[in-house]
């Protein structure tokens, strides 16, 4: 069993930074990549941003200058600034992970989701 929690969302004002956490913990075998997506009230869940174990990352555009993803061991942060009222939403974590249960097939694995909000 795989278990992702996330921590770090709530209020804000716009222009102002929240850093969120993401904890995996259980029968882990191999991280391949962990990331962030969000969902705005009506619409569909998007890609925030990802890391992969070697380092490489991806972010959505609406992000790019503003958020920054990090990886350490099995705990993802990203670091939002300058956030503005369209970035409110629900946080999900995600994680590519190879679970002991399955060592050669990897499964996407989410959190429940941490709310934010962006005030203007």
């Known amino acids: 069993q795989v278990q992702l929690v996330e921590s770090g969302g709530g209020l804000v004002q716009a222009g102002g930074s929240l850093r969120l956490s993401c904890a995996a913990s259980g029968s882990i075998f191999r991280i391949n990549s962990m990331g962030w997506y969000r969902q705005a009230p009506g619409k569909q869940r998007e890609l925030v941003a990802d890391?992969?174990?070697?380092?490489g990352t991806r972010y959505a555009d609406s992000v790019k200058g503003r958020f920054t993803i990090s990886l350490s061991k099995t705990m993802v942060y990203l670091q939002m600034n300058s956030l503005k009222p369209e970035d409110t939403g629900v946080y999900y974590c995600?994680?590519?992970?190879?679970?002991?249960?399955?060592?050669?097939?990897?499964?996407?694995?989410w959190g429940k989701g941490t709310l934010v909000t962006v005030s203007s």
């Open positions: 890391i992969f174990s070697g380092g």
């Open positions: 995600n994680a590519d992970i190879n679970p002991l249960t399955s060592i050669y097939n990897a499964m996407a694995y």
